[in-house]
């Protein structure tokens, strides 16, 4: 449009006049935010104004080429044929096209959209296009609010639709109310008019609920204030249902008072939760017997499922005690660590049943033998501890010691057959604020060997001056950090197998230690001595590292082991750096789990070790608890630490074909697993007959001698292609189908 200004001759206006115009323009399109284009199709000179330029992320003072190829690089490739179409139209005169949208790419990487208003001005002799203005507008911020409320608005119909809630809007003054789709679903109503649907639905209510339910709305109507309640209906089809409702006030735009709410079918709810009170009756009815049980499993946690006694974790907890009561009262500490002679013999003549009679008497024994303030535990094997604190001298627990050694030299009669054994002691004490609990039972143990290779049947007072013992220790100490610096510790890999098809689910990494001049060494000839050295954390590392490496090798030559089980030492787990390293490994999700050897107790985890067991989640490393039944895990530690899989220990497997009594406990400690939702493994699976009973008792997955060996990487493959398992194992057992643990 013209001004009247404009109308005048241009020869009779000003330079300054024709500036100021200029400028107001000028302003106006930066206010308005228009970035201005014009291409000069004969003379090839494209002017683009500074907003253009701004709004694509570009420096005002730099020359835009006009590029068309280029150009069209930037527009999203959804909109760019679109946008081409658009200019061919455009520049034709098409007016449907002298406005589109698009999206184009700013300088910043991220997409803007543009609305574009342009024209043919003038035009050639032969009719093609001469000269085309336009403007350019960012509305990115206008898209992104048609979004917002377009997403806003469906997801309030989804919600809708997903919660099966109907909505109403009812005119208070003029009597209508209008009910939506969902709503007359609810009731099974057939659509009428506004006028007529109040009248539906009050013939709907149930009659019992009627009054409570119009006089709650009538008093809300009253008050103008918000209600919600409860009732019953009868749905057109004659089923009667539960409905809540809500309502809430509201004054439209004309001041019209109205109501609007939304009702929703709870009659499932309300069952449930006449159910769940069902439920919670009877629970509080169980709860005693759920005590009762709860005892009982803490009680195997802490104690030796075949002598009675406290096991080795239950023998920490009181150690720490004791020690500490000792360090404040100035008292002497006796241990007394006690290995049977023997016993070996007895259990390869006559059995293992043999064996456990004789552990149960020596149990007996040492427990008739002690004070009542003693505390007797055994630890694993043929080996068991005594702590004495009260009024301890070194002839008192001379005397106690040659006692316990008298009477376990007697004679016991079993199935005919006098079983004779004998007792080896180890005794070392100490007092004062110095009071270290893990050396004096170290030093126990030094006494005890002491004990045994001076004859046996004899026990031994720990000497400071023991250094043939402490000579030996240090040499294999020093051959330990040798072997580490040259890489001589490796792994062996155990099969694990799934209960129910025998299919190899995994493998467990056991460390070895490729000696020099011993060969091949398994953990109990260095890792007390490593652990010393504060290296097995170390050894962790590397077997991990070389477990890795012998994964990726297998797969190369097709075998693939779903999950690779490793150690990890307590003193790994309170690395604060263990997350970053493991993170540097690149470990794929699924493929890797941790087994927590029995020296780590849960119970007492430090926060070092709480957030190293969150980043292995967050890694997607697994967790397995090993030794289960050993009692160094307890119920507590297993709701708290959620493994995904718990190892019964071997001592408890062993017996399974002979002991009924076993078999209920294994059977005990899979339900605890399976109410948890956490996978059982068995090791020590030495028989078919293992296999068969663990199959049969719901276990999901075995290790042991009778389904493979420990072997080196390189005999994996052959082994698995070999499948040697098979045959014998298949035959052997058709059971009930265990939890998947593959």
Known sequence: MKTPDAARDTSTISVTELHERESRWNYALVGSGLGVWDHDLRSGKKYYSDTWKIMRGMPVDEEADGDYDTWIELIHPD???FVVRAIERQNAGDEDYQKFEYRERHRGGHWIWIECRGACVEWGENGAPARLVGTDTDITARKEAEERLAHVSRRLDLALDISDIGVFEADIDNGTVDWDDRLLAIYRIAASSPFTMGDAWMASLHPDDKDRVVATINTGIANNTDFQQQ????????????IRAKSGFFVDSHGRRKLIGANWDVTDEVRLNRELQRAKDLAEARNQELEVAKESIEHIA??????????????DRELGERSAQCRDDNRTLAILHIDLDRFKQINDTLGHRAGDAMLKHAAGVLKESVRPT????????DEFVVL??????????SNLSARIIRELAKPIRYEGHDCRFGASIGIATASGAALDAKQILLNADIALYRAKSGGRNRHEFFQTDARHRIIASKRIGDEILLGLERQEFVPFYQPQFNARTLEITGVETLARWQHKEHGI????RFLTIAEDLGVVATIDGLILERALVDRRQWESEGIIIPKI?????????????????LKSLKIVPGTISFELLESISLDDCDDAVITNLRHLRRLGIDIEIDDFGTGHASIVSLLRLSPKTLKIDRELIRMLPNSAEQRKLVRSIIDIGRSLNILVTAEGVETMDHVRILGDLGCDVLQGYALGRPMPAAQVVPFVRAGAWRPSASAQRQSPTPRSAG
Not at 302 to 315: E, I, K, S, V, W
């Open 374 to 381: 003693d505390f007797v535990a055994r630890i694993g094997g």
């Open 302 to 315: 802490l104690h030796d499922y075949l002598t009675g006694l406290p096991n080795r974790r239950y023998l």
């Open 79 to 81: 909109d760019r044929a």
């Open 231 to 242: 009732f019953r209906i009868i749905r057109g089809d004659g089923v009667e249902r539960v």
């Open 565 to 581: 089980a490793v150690n990890v030492s307590s003193r790994r787990l309170d690395d604060p750096n263990l997350g970053k390293k």
């Open 521 to 524: 060494l398994t953990p109990d």
């Open 388 to 397: 004495c604190t009260a009024d301890v001298t070194t002839k008192k627990i």
